[in-house]
C-alpha cells in the first residue's frame, strides 16, 4: 500500500513539474500577432486606408490598415507615410467630434 502510494505522489510530482516547466518557457514569451519583416515602398492613395499602428520590432514601421482589413507595412520616415498617418489623425478626430455632438444633443 505504501509502494502505491509513493508512486501516486511520485507521479503527481512530476505532473506538476512538468506543467510548471511548460508554462514558464512558452507562456512568459508573448508572440506580436501582427509583425512586418519586409516593408513596402510606393506611395499608396491615402484614401484606401482606415487606420494603422506602429511597430519598433523587429523593424521601425508603420502598419497602415485599409477599410477591408489588409495590413501593409511601410518604413516609418517617408514623407507620404507621415501625410497619411496625420490625415487619419484628423480623420479620427473628426470623427470623435461627431460622436460627442450626437451625444450632448441626445
Not at 523587429?58 to 507620404?80: E, M
Request: charged content about 20%.
Amino acid at each position: 500500500m505504501k509502494l502505491y502510494t509513493a508512486a501516486i505522489l511520485t507521479i503527481a510530482f512530476f505532473e506538476l513539474f512538468s506543467v510548471y516547466i511548460i508554462t514558464g518557457t512558452l507562456g512568459s514569451q508573448t508572440m506580436a500577432l501582427d509583425s512586418c519583416i519586409t516593408l513596402e515602398t510606393n506611395e499608396m492613395n491615402i484614401r484606401r486606408f482606415a487606420s494603422y499602428t506602429t511597430q519598433t520590432r523587429p523593424v521601425k514601421a508603420v502598419i497602415l490598415i485599409t477599410r477591408r482589413g489588409v495590413k501593409v507595412c511601410v518604413p516609418h520616415d517617408l514623407p507620404w507615410v507621415t501625410k497619411t498617418m496625420n490625415y487619419l489623425d484628423q480623420k479620427k478626430a473628426i470623427q470623435q467630434r461627431r460622436t460627442t455632438s450626437r451625444k450632448m444633443t441626445s
